[in-house]
Every structure is written in C-alpha cells, then in structure tokens.
C-alpha cells in the first residue's frame, strides 16, 4: 500500500502499526502518527458519530476535563478580549464556562455551528479542545488558526500527545474512528517554527502556542 506524505509537514511517512481493521502511519520528520487515509469515515458516518458524544456543556465533570484550557483564558485574558472556541461540537463547555464569566467567545464547528462569518474576523485567543486529532488536513487548519489570531494572541489545544513510551496496540485513544493524526511533541515544535509563534507550552495534554 502507497504511503501518502505526512499532512501537516509534507514529509514521508512509513508504515508504523497495522490493526485488524486499520493502517497508522508515521511521519519521518515530525514523528507524529496518522491514519491511513483510506480508513477516514465518510462525512457522513463522521457526524452521526460526534451526534453520539455526550457532551453537555453544564456538566461539571466535563467541564473539570476541560478546565486546563478555560483556567489558562481566564489568567492570560479578560472580559474586554475576544476569543473563538474552534471545533465546538454539539455543546462546548469551554463556551459556557467562559460565557459564565462573562466573557466573549464564538463557536465555530464543521458539523454544528457553520457559520463561516467567524472565519472573517480575529481574536484575542482560541480553544481548540479534542479536536486537533480530528483534522485530516492538520496544515490547512494550522495555518488558518494562525490567521485568525491577533498580534499576541494565543492558541490553546487539547489533545494526548504519541510519544514512544505508549504502546500504541493498546492505547485508547486510537480507538475512536474519527481520530485520524496523533501529533508528537516535535509536531508542535515543527508548528511553531512554521506559522512563527513566539513560544510553546506543552503540559500533559495542554499545548498553548503564543504569538
């Protein structure tokens, strides 16, 4: 089977794990791994998956998951900033916790919230929760995330991280169909450098990048 260039570096990728029902590749410049794209869901089955997720925005246990991201907004920015909360899903927590605060925050989703009105507009700072392993072409998104942002501004991610010590049969969150690319830390040093971020801030699963 051909192996297709890496979609965020444009480097080769070499085969790397072969499931029953799948093929994950990794990239030979910035180690990330990916699905082979002959595996991606169609839009289709890709939406009535996320229609699945229970993601209630007042959950308090979903929004304890995503408070690494909404802790970090609220020291760096305050009520007078503006922010998008890019992937938002069915229901975003980080929308109502900040809302809740009083701040101001768009959503932006592919699936449920298309207004791409928000895609002409900048801001002070973006969320990005659960949803970096989603993108099948990781470059393109980067490089509009990039544009989206004011001078200073900041991109805050969550997403678990491939390193080597994980055992990639076993790791759970391969697992989802709809997660397609693992990045690895040098991804997001490769990201940096590229779209000229001045710093990178990676704990655990939090990665912000600051302009």
Not at 158 to 171: G, Q, R
Not at 177 to 195: C, G, L, N
Not at 201 to 208: A, P, T
């Amino acid at each position: 089977m051909e192996t297709p260039p890496c979609p965020l570096c444009r480097a080769t990728t070499i085969l790397f794990n072969k499931q029953k029902e799948r093929i994950f590749l990794q990239c030979s410049n910035c180690c990330s791994v990916l699905l082979h794209p002959q595996f991606y869901l169609s839009a289709k089955d890709e939406a009535a998956h996320y229609r699945q997720h229970n993601n209630n925005p007042s959950d308090t246990n979903y929004q304890k998951f995503i408070s690494p991201v909404t802790k970090r907004v609220l020291d760096d920015f305050t009520v007078d900033n503006t922010g998008l909360d890019f992937g938002s899903g069915t229901g975003s927590a980080v929308v109502k916790v900040l809302e809740d605060n009083h701040y101001c925050i768009k959503q932006y989703d592919s699936f449920f919230h298309t207004d791409v009105t928000v895609l002409k507009q900048k801001y002070d700072y973006i969320t990005c929760t659960e949803v970096a392993e989603h993108f099948k072409d990781p470059y393109k998104e980067f490089e509009l995330l990039r544009k989206l942002l004011r001078p200073k501004g900041k991109l805050y991610i969550m997403t678990e991280l491939f390193d080597t010590e994980k055992d990639f049969a076993l790791w759970y969150y391969k697992n989802d169909p709809t997660h397609v690319f693992f990045y690895h830390k040098k991804a997001f040093e490769w990201i940096k450098y590229t779209f000229g971020y001045n710093d990178l801030y990676i704990e655990k699963r939090l990665v912000v990048l600051s302009l």
